[in-house]
């Protein structure tokens, strides 16, 4: 059997992170996989999931099984925290399921549109995070591109993006992320959300919105608002989101698919297909998480602690930005558009063979794209980094 088979290329991310994690130079720096580090270098175990934690050790009574819908206190709970004031015009036609992480959330949201059109194609933003294409593709579905970022990878093509939304055809799905956009920290503006609106519910093809970084970017309800919009205005859209980055819970796999439908009885419908769908995949989520989250949620001073811990996260990941970008500028070699930008990521444009020399002569790992994730700095390796861009031949925007 296996013989047949050839083996897969390395994934760019998860790859790079075990590059690093076997780099024995101390001085290394991981710019590569989206994940928050404090100055320290830390990725803290935030103190409102502590404080949830113990209690839910204290509390927790059974192991036995929850069900396909998991733990229904955090998929209320997280569905409000998306949705926001838009939830309340729109709430018997909306339903959310924990799943296993964001990618499973995407997933999930596939095998949905799978079974609702066989033929459907899904669009991506040119470019996208790298496993959209790959998770899409592995549901059996086709998928296409729509311009998103403009030459120089500092802002957005928003002309042409709309263009491309009014070729695409009902019964397509159109992905576009809510903010923090990963890889370029180029989010939608306003305007272009009220057009991409007035677009899909002209054409009827269904926005798949993907919410990784809710809180990251311009705080918890600004970087909902794309969402909100398309929730209060359209008939139809799915919601993928992720509790990785805002809750720092990677490991312990939670996030969440919604369901818009057109009405309650097709939400309804949706719904069981897409619960047929995790039965036959994973069966259930993991509980530990997902019960964590809907404590922060539910006790006003965790979740009070919980807002705070996230602001400051926030706000040491604008100030790398910051900083970055003076010293570039500073250095002769100014990328501005990392001030205008949101969220942990943004590219930087490098000559061929700029990454491997940031890993192989600094010890600084990016991705090959020229993604960097810009929480993965502090005050000193922001300096160190923009010395190596200038060393390894990086002229500025
Ligand atoms: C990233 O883009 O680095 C993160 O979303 C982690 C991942 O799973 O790729």
Redesign the pocket.
């Known amino acids: 059997m296996f013989e047949t088979l050839q083996a897969a290329a390395a994934d760019p991310?998860?790859g790079l992170m075990a590059r690093f994690r076997e780099d024995q130079r101390a001085h290394k720096v991981d710019l590569?996989?989206?994940?928050y580090r404090d100055p320290s270098g830390r990725t803290p175990v935030m103190r409102a999931v502590h404080a949830a934690e113990r209690l839910r050790l204290e509390e927790e009574d059974s192991k036995s099984y929850q069900g396909m819908l998991g733990d229904v206190a955090f998929d209320a709970a997280i569905q409000s925290l998306c949705f926001g004031p838009s939830e309340a015009g729109i709430a018997d036609r909306l339903a959310t399921v924990h799943t296993p992480g964001g990618?499973a959330a995407l997933r999930t949201a596939a095998d949905l549109v799978r079974a609702a059109r066989p033929d459907a194609r899904v669009w991506l933003a040119d470019p996208s995070?790298?496993?959209h294409a790959p998770i899409f593709r592995a549901a059996g579905l086709g998928v296409r591109d729509y311009p998103y970022l403009d030459p120089a990878r500092s802002g957005l093509r928003s002309a042409e993006l709309l263009e491309t939304l009014e070729t695409v055809p009902a019964g397509d799905a159109v992905l576009f992320q809510a903010s923090c956009h990963?890889?370029s920290g180029v989010d939608i503006d306003a305007a272009t959300w009220e057009r991409i609106a007035e677009i899909a519910g002209r054409r009827g093809f269904l926005p798949i919105l993907d919410m990784?970084y809710q809180g990251l970017g311009d705080g918890l309800d600004a970087d909902a608002a794309g969402l909100r919009l398309l929730a209060a205005q359209l008939p139809e859209m799915l919601l993928t989101s992720s509790c990785?980055k805002n809750f720092g819970l990677y490991r312990e796999r939670i996030g969440a698919v919604s369901v818009l439908a057109a009405s309650a009885e097709h939400t309804r419908v949706a719904m069981s297909v897409l619960l047929r769908g995790i039965r036959a995949n994973y069966s259930m989520p993991p509980a530990h998480g997902a019960a964590v989250v809907a404590r922060v949620l539910a006790r006003p001073d965790l979740r009070a602690d919980w807002e705070q811990e996230l602001a400051g996260m926030r706000v040491h990941v604008a100030g790398m930005r910051d900083r970055l970008a003076t010293t570039l500028a500073g250095l002769g070699c100014p990328r501005e558009a990392l001030r205008r930008q949101r969220g942990m990521f943004s590219f930087v444009n490098l000559p061929a063979d700029g990454a491997r020399r940031l890993r192989e002569e600094h010890a600084i790992y990016v991705l090959e794209s020229g993604r960097i994730?810009l929480a993965g700095l502090n005050d000193d390796s922001a300096v160190r980094f923009a010395h190596a861009l200038q060393a390894v031949g990086f002229t500025g925007d």
């Open positions: 991310i998860l590569g996989v989206g994940v990618t995070w790298d496993n990963n890889p990784a990785s994730n």
